[in-house]
């Protein structure tokens, strides 16, 4: 079976609503859980499979290796993330009416997610690179032949692939999604303007990783920025809320907006303690409106990825990644 029709196999299986005949009687948390820690102690063996029943001695694990949490709500609808050990972050798809419902639907999305990326199409090649580098240049109207020049923005972006040969695309993500963050913070811009070489900015960064201590940095420049500009905070939480929201309908990778919405909440908490209330009235703390979406909104957005089937599997990560002007390295 080609790589494309295995991908639409489980594309296809998974995706299939609970009350069918098939997966309703698949454990899908325990499941995740037992793929990750497979491929944590070793190569996967036989596909992922099985039951409820096959879930017991998993289920005290699973909190060890993968990450679930559920975002405050009065009531359904209910949503769920699940943080895989690289850092990737899926959510729930459905609109859930129980906890426990947004919490398979999240491990649902995340299990077919970490399955596709085991194909090898999934991962960075030579000629994965050739069209990524290509796209770029057209996306952003520069030389391609810039792309052997390590300090141009496209050169940069072709050393940071090339650093991922033979990897997987969730984990070249991962990575990106650092940089993604520092560019939205304008921490990028700050360290070109006291003259950082791009390859330094990479090497420490990708050393790293992303901790709590950038988490606050962050949260405290947008507090700095609040300071300057009342209400800057909650508008664009607002924006990063409903951002997440359609990207989780979507079924794509979560971490970059989740990681917004956290930081600016964080800056956002921060504010309400050293100033009156007041000055926040218009914010509210959570947007639980923003649940109620219609999903034919999702279909309507003018974007270069595929919405189709539902679950996206990541297919365009390289897309996504791009369409913030190389994370910010021009």
């Known amino acids: 079976m080609s790589e494309v029709k295995v991908e639409e196999s489980i594309m296809s299986y998974l995706s299939q609503s609970e009350t069918d005949a098939g997966p309703k009687d698949l454990n899908v948390v325990a499941i995740l859980h037992n793929f990750w820690e497979q491929k944590q102690t ?93 796209q770029a240049a057209r996306d952003s109207a520069v030389c391609l032949e810039d792309a052997c020049d390590s300090s141009t923005s496209i050169g940069t972006y072709s050393l940071l692939l090339n650093s991922y040969i033979g990897r997987t695309m969730l984990e070249f993500q991962e990575m990106m999604t650092i940089f993604q963050l520092l560019h939205w913070n304008g921490t990028l811009k700050a360290l070109r303007e006291r003259q950082c070489s791009r390859q330094s900015v990479i090497a420490y960064y990708s050393q790293r990783g992303l901790d709590e201590y950038m988490r606050s940095s962050m949260a405290l420049d947008w507090l700095g920025r609040e300071q300057r500009s009342p209400g800057i905070l909650g508008m664009e939480l607002q924006v990063a809320q409903r951002e997440l929201v359609l990207a989780r309908r979507r079924g794509i990778e979560l971490r970059f907006n989740k990681e917004k919405t956290e930081i600016l909440s964080l800056a956002l908490s921060q504010a309400y303690i050293h100033h009156t209330p007041e000055i926040f009235k218009e914010v509210p703390a959570r947007t ?15 974007t270069d990825d595929e919405i189709t089937p539902k679950f996206s599997p990541s297919p365009t990560l390289h897309k996504n990644t791009m369409q913030t002007d190389f994370c910010g390295f021009k």
């Open 42 to 134: 070793g190569p996967l063996s036989g596909s992922a499979s099985g039951s409820e029943g096959s879930g017991g001695n998993a289920a005290g694990q699973v909190e060890s290796l993968l990450l679930y949490e559920s975002a405050p709500s009065p009531g359904p609808p209910y949503v769920c993330y699940v943080t895989l050990p690289g850092g990737s972050c899926f959510g729930n798809y459905k609109v859930c009416d129980t906890q426990a419902e947004a919490r398979r639907d999240a491990a649902r999305v995340a299990l077919m997610n970490s399955l596709v990326n085991e194909l090898p199409c999934r991962r960075i090649s030579p000629q994965f690179i050739t069209q990524s580098l290509q």
């Open 288 to 302: 639980y409106n923003q649940e109620q979406l219609p999903l034919h909104t999702l279909y309507s957005q003018d």
